[in-house]
């Protein structure tokens, strides 16, 4: 605010005071003598002015907090008023002139407000939001000056239902139905903090809306420093997130909280994600081993505010990996470097086996030698029952897991080992490299039709974000030896998603062809055999049934596996489940 208009505020309030004043003294008809008067203008004029700064407030930017804070400043003054002139004017006078003024004060500044931000544009559209909470108020605002006409508020709560916010009614989902026939709305703006009713929104109301568009997590700040809301379009990952409700972040804390963490594959999707949520959780010190120099170097680019060591190797490489070992001490040790990709896999069977098994093998082997107190293996539902190498290859990662220090024949057995190992077996993460929805979002926006491989095929999914802290949530209560496994809710039928995909794009001329499965790939997939062997304190986390294997046998069978030229005989015979599919 420049001097001319702190001038103008000056001028405004004074004459407010002035104004109120008489009024309220022609009100109650008494004699108060020019001093008295002048003196109480003074003294809500000095505690305005000297005190609170009072002068330097923006009316066209006016909100309740402006309220509270002139209310708060002539109460004050009313305070200090009373004493000094109550035996010459009534407390009764004093009063009601006090709230007449803060009438009035707070009345010039809305309507200043309003003429000053009324905005001109045209409304030519109509938006419905639902939410109305905080959120759901902050976008009204924001959307005032914009071409959307609100017409309702959609709230679950029944205690705001049939109410009103600035005479906006607060409608019921029901209710918002029976108002609404025969005509589309140009826009929902999804404004709920429940964000895992997102897709029970979408399902319901999606046909009485043209458009439909969710608030997104992060605010822009604008140029004035003020945070803008913004909507995005709903996403695919929006309608498939799930939200655990026991995710436990004080016992993640307490798990990573000032914690040196090793993490392989840490350029990569799920390790990037970990490291993300190692630095949100508080860890001392994070090593980043990666053997692609780009994923490394956008990762340290990404972490800030915590030591983070990028380090280019390959976890095949125990010799060069055992210096990284004996240089940062890892206290925790996240294991996510595989191979993935299952058709890849099947056309390069030895570089999948020695990367996946031996990997795993040396950096757990490595673990147990320099005393790290927690290993933890990022698993797969494709180990479940595999039907693929990568999945076969991963399974004996996790029986490597499950027996490495359970027998004294270990190579690696030492007694005062406290190493404990724990697997984190899921399925699909939304977004992550090589999965089906980067692909399908690619195929639309080329214009292409979407593949899918089958009818008939599903994949469990969750967000990475989730993934990833269930993941440090089931290492934190591993005690060695498990191998936990993530509740995925319900699987989707591939199809359906790609069936959602172009609806949300709004290209009517995308179709699904069907090429069938490849191999390796399964209909379905699995997350356990048969039933859990225990759950835990979490419902979002169960526990597999352990299979015993000798690591002195495992340990040969691995080193038989890398030499037999029937590489997939010698993975039956390690993996009796494992029942290639082949196309």
């Excluded at 007449?100 to 500044?109: C, D, G, P, V």
């Excluded at 993300?276 to 959780?281: A, D, G, I, S």
């Excluded at 070992?325 to 390069?348: C, G």
Aim: charged fraction near 25%; proline fraction near 2%; charge should be neutral.
């Amino acid at each position: 605010m420049n001097i001319d208009k702190k001038i103008l505020n000056i001028l405004a309030i004074i004459a407010l005071s002035s104004i109120t004043f008489l009024w309220t003294f022609f009100i109650f008809h008494i004699q108060v003598d020019l001093i008295v008067i002048f003196s109480v203008i003074s003294i809500r004029l000095m505690a305005s002015f000297l005190i609170f700064n009072d002068y330097s407030l923006s009316w066209s930017k006016a909100s309740q907090k402006t309220f509270l804070t002139k209310s708060f400043v002539y109460i004050v003054a009313f305070l200090i008023s009373v004493p000094l002139f109550y035996t010459k004017i009534t407390i009764a006078f004093l009063a009601s002139e006090l709230f007449l003024y803060l009438f009035s004060i707070n009345f010039a500044m809305y309507f200043y407000h309003y003429l000053i931000n009324k905005s001109n544009v045209i409304k030519t559209k109509s938006v419905v939001i639902y939410g109305a909470g905080n959120d759901g108020i902050k976008l009204s605002y924001e959307l005032a000056n914009s071409e959307y006409k609100i017409k309702f508020f959609i709230d679950d709560d029944k205690a705001l239902q049939n109410r009103s916010i600035d005479s906006i009614p607060i409608l019921s989902r029901e209710k918002f139905k029976e108002k609404t026939v025969n005509k589309k709305v140009d826009l929902l703006a999804i404004a709920t903090t429940h964000k895992d009713k997102t897709k029970e929104i979408y399902d319901d109301l999606r046909n009485l809306f043209l458009e439909i568009k969710i608030l997104s997590s992060a605010d822009n700040i604008l140029e004035d420093g003020r945070l803008q809301s913004e909507l995005k379009n709903i996403s695919i990952e929006d309608l498939l997130a799930r939200y655990p409700k026991d995710l436990d972040k004080e016992k993640i804390a307490l798990f990573i909280k000032e914690k040196v963490v090793l993490v392989t594959g840490a350029g990569g999707s799920i390790g990037r994600e970990i490291c993300k949520q190692l630095q949100r959780y508080g860890a001392r010190k994070i090593v980043a081993i990666d053997n692609s120099e780009y994923n490394l170097y956008a990762l340290l680019e990404e972490i800030k505010g915590v030591e983070c060591v990028g380090i280019m190797q390959n976890v095949v490489n125990r010799d060069i990996l055992e210096n990284s070992f004996k240089t940062h001490r890892p206290q925790i040790v996240i294991h996510a470097a595989a191979y993935k990709h299952v058709s890849l896999v099947e056309d390069n069977i030895q570089e999948s086996i020695i990367n996946n098994v031996i990997g795993t093998k040396n950096i757990i082997d490595l673990s147990i030698k320099y005393n790290t107190e927690k290993f933890v293996l990022i698993s797969t539902d494709k180990a479940v029952r595999p039907t693929s190498i990568m999945g076969a290859t991963k399974r004996i990662c996790e029986l490597y897991a499950q027996n490495a220090v359970s027998s004294e024949n270990s190579p690696v057995y030492e007694e005062k080992n406290k190493t404990e190992i724990v697997s984190v077996r899921f399925g699909n993460v939304l977004g992550s490299s090589g999965s089906v929805i980067p692909k399908f979002k690619s195929q639309i926006e080329n214009g292409n039709n979407i593949t899918v491989t089958h009818p008939d095929v599903t994949r469990f999914f969750m967000l990475i974000s989730e993934a990833c802290e269930l993941v440090l949530q089931a290492a934190s209560i591993g005690k060695g030896g498990e191998i936990f496994i993530l509740d995925m809710g319900d699987s989707v039928k591939i199809v359906d998603l790609a069936k959602k995909m172009i609806e949300l794009s709004n290209k009517e001329n995308i179709k699904i062809e069907f090429i069938g499965l490849r191999s390796g790939e399964k209909l379905f997939e699995e997350l356990l055999v048969d039933e859990a062997d225990y759950t835990t304190e979490y419902n979002s986390i169960t526990v597999a049934k352990p299979t015993k294997y000798n690591i002195c046998k495992l340990n040969a069978d691995i080193e038989e596996l890398l030499c037999i030229d029937n590489k997939l005989k010698k993975l039956k015979e390690i993996v009796p489940e494992f029942n290639h599919f082949v196309n």
